[in-house]
Structure formats: structure tokens, C-alpha cells
């Protein structure tokens, strides 16, 4: 049994995933507004211990935060623009396989993705700073915080890309080409070839006709 996923893995993985299929042929894109941004950054508090607007509660988190999540069309725009690049890259790291077909025909060329990656990143530059807070006995954590200034979303989501794809994590990365699926997933044992089972029975349904189409 794999490893569960790393927090980093699983906010790389679930930005890509704001790309997906609409379930009628073509593809839904989950931040097309500031407010499909809110209601995703809010299913992942890790991102903002303080909530989002100043308004949200949200479960503390262990390393890099954001004090408070401002959601506008600037951060909309920067992480579209960091989703994009995250995209091409998941598409580089699965190859020789297919990338997803979602974006498969206008994927940003490496270089670039890789530019934009990194400049988001750099938005907020951080530093290692050492919590020892709890209980009598509790162990120190180190955690990482702004140099100056908030962070924001395009910059913590960025650094997480990177330490997935920086990480072994990665090797596990594919792209599901089941019918009416665009997903990228993590493979959580060496068999798998679908992201959930419902994609794998899709795709034998699917290989069952053409089989039965080809003899007749």
C-alpha cells in the first residue's frame, strides 16, 4: 500500500483538477470566476488558517499559510496562469504516456511552464521560523512564513507544485484516459490504470463494444 499523499501532492494535484470533464463531452473549469477560486480555496483550509475574506474559519495549518485569503481578479488571473504551467508540467511528467486530453492540443511549452512556476513561487519568498508552542513536552515544529508581507495563493500553491514535482511523489503521477475523464491521478498500486474504479468499468465497457463493433 502506498504512502498517503503528501499535503503538497494533493493541492498540486487538486489545481490540476479544477480542469475536468462536464459529463456531457466537454471540459468544466472550476476557477472561471473569483467566486468558483472562493469556494475552492475554502475546500482547502490548509491554504488559510484564518479563512478567506476575513470572513471563513479554517482548520489551522502546519507550514507555509496564508493569514487571510484575499480572492480577487488579479489572484483568479495568477492562478489560472500557475494552473496552466502546473498542467504542462504534469503533462511532461507522465510522458512517454498521453498527457490528459483536456488541454493536450494547447499545453505550454515546458520552458515556460517552467518560468511562470517559478516566478509564482518567488511572489513571496519564505523563511524557515521555529514554533514551540503546546503542552509541557510538546516537540518544536519548524514552519515556514513570509519574508514580508501576506503570502498569497498563487505563491503557496507554486511552492507546492514544486515540492511535488521536485519529490518522488511524482513517479506516481498519470493521466487517466478513460472515456469522459481528464484527470490526472496518483497511482496507489503498480496495477492501476484508471483513476477510480467507475473510469476503469467505463473503459472496459468502451473496449467491449469496440471489440464487438470490429466482428461485425
Not at 511549452?109 to 513536552?137: F, I, K, T
Not at 514580508?148 to 518522488?168: E, N, Q, S, V
Amino acid at each position: 500500500m502506498q504512502d498517503p499523499i503528501s499535503t503538497d501532492a494533493r493541492l498540486a494535484l487538486d489545481l490540476a483538477l479544477t480542469v475536468r470533464h462536464d459529463g456531457h463531452g466537454g471540459v468544466a473549469d472550476d476557477l472561471a470566476d473569483t467566486t468558483g477560486l472562493a469556494a475552492w480555496v475554502r475546500a482547502h483550509p490548509e491554504l488559510t488558517p484564518d479563512g478567506i475574506d476575513s470572513g471563513v474559519p479554517a482548520a489551522p495549518a502546519v507550514d507555509d499559510h496564508l493569514p487571510t485569503a484575499v480572492v480577487d481578479e488579479t489572484t483568479l488571473a495568477a492562478v489560472r496562469e500557475l494552473r496552466a504551467a502546473v498542467r504542462a508540467l504534469f503533462a511532461h511528467a507522465v510522458r512517454p504516456a498521453a498527457p490528459s486530453s483536456a488541454d493536450a492540443a494547447r499545453l505550454m511549452p515546458v520552458p515556460e511552464a517552467l518560468e511562470r512556476l517559478n516566478a509564482a513561487a518567488a511572489r513571496r519568498p519564505v523563511v524557515p521560523v521555529l514554533s514551540w508552542a503546546g503542552a509541557e513536552g510538546a516537540e518544536p515544529v519548524r514552519v515556514h512564513r513570509p519574508a514580508a508581507g501576506p503570502d498569497d495563493l498563487a505563491a503557496r500553491l507554486a511552492r507546492a507544485a514544486i515540492a511535488f514535482l521536485a519529490g518522488p511523489e511524482r513517479h506516481r503521477l498519470r493521466a487517466c484516459h478513460a472515456p469522459r475523464c481528464v484527470r490526472y491521478f496518483l497511482k496507489e498500486h503498480p496495477r492501476q490504470e484508471w483513476c477510480r474504479p467507475s473510469c476503469g468499468n467505463r473503459a472496459r465497457v468502451a473496449r467491449h463494444h469496440e471489440r464487438h463493433r470490429k466482428i461485425t
